[in-house]
């Protein structure tokens, strides 16, 4: 699996738009990046995940570069509910040799201030 | 759904000592797996399981064994304590078939493990 690198920490603003970066410049055809999130002291949750089209749930935008070596995560209104670690993580899905193992880097720990 | 729940949710033990700390999902995901996550680092993979009966080791096997007797549970087990297996653990399960595109993994709460 492809490696991430995202940057350690972030601050933002209660209300506006976080805006969290992803490089995975080693990404391969046909592996998926994934963004989960784990608040202090809970399981990691699952947020958003892409392969080389834009994507959009409840939860965030998910913003894929068209050379796929970088990708953003976009949380269109963070509240303070949103300060956690992201992680930004690359896999291949889908294949018969899957194992589903994630890879988790160190994370972008995003505080949101009032 | 209760989704993937973990006991204990704390627990000490003693260099030595030996327990399981359980894990179930009532989701029906063949996939499950086991973290652990220590202060100010990422999860780091121990043991995982595409199906009942089918275990494998993940980044960090040495110290815990697993077993898959049904597709619900996925017990680890620590046969002699160590300090150096104090962290926090994390269960996890997913849907997992070669026809799967994509698959999110739900996570539990996590056993808070110290060993002293």
């Known amino acids: 699996d492809a490696k991430t690198t995202q940057p350690p920490s972030m601050d933002c603003a209660e209300g506006r738009a976080a805006n969290l970066p992803c490089n995975h410049s080693t990404i391969s055809g046909n592996e998926y990046v994934y963004w989960y999130r784990q608040i202090h002291s809970q399981g990691p949750q699952y947020i958003i995940h892409?392969?080389?089209n834009n994507e959009t749930n409840e939860m965030a935008s998910l913003i894929i570069t068209e050379d796929r070596k970088s990708s953003t995560l976009i949380l269109p209104h963070a509240t303070l509910r949103d300060t956690a670690v992201y992680y930004c993580i690359v896999r291949v899905a889908g294949s018969s040799s899957n194992t589903g193992k994630l890879i988790f880097g160190q994370g972008t720990t995003l505080q949101v201030k009032p | 759904n209760a989704g993937v729940t973990q006991t204990p949710k704390f627990q000490v033990l003693k260099t030595g000592q030996s327990m399981t700390l359980q894990c179930a999902q009532d989701?029906?995901?063949?996939?499950m797996s086991w973290y652990r996550q220590d202060p100010g680092m990422g999860l780091r993979l121990i043991h995982y399981?595409?199906?009942?009966?089918?275990?494998d080791q993940g980044e960090v096997p040495n110290g815990y064994n697993v077993s898959r007797s049904t597709t619900e549970d996925f017990p680890l087990r620590l046969l002699s304590a160590a300090p150096s297996q104090t962290s926090v653990y994390f269960c996890a399960s997913s849907y997992s078939t070669s026809l799967s595109t994509t698959y999110e993994q739900y996570f539990g709460p996590g056993t808070r493990l110290t060993v002293t």
């Open positions: 892409g392969l080389k």
């Open positions: 989701m029906n995901h063949e996939y």
């Open positions: 399981s595409v199906g009942a009966g089918i275990t």
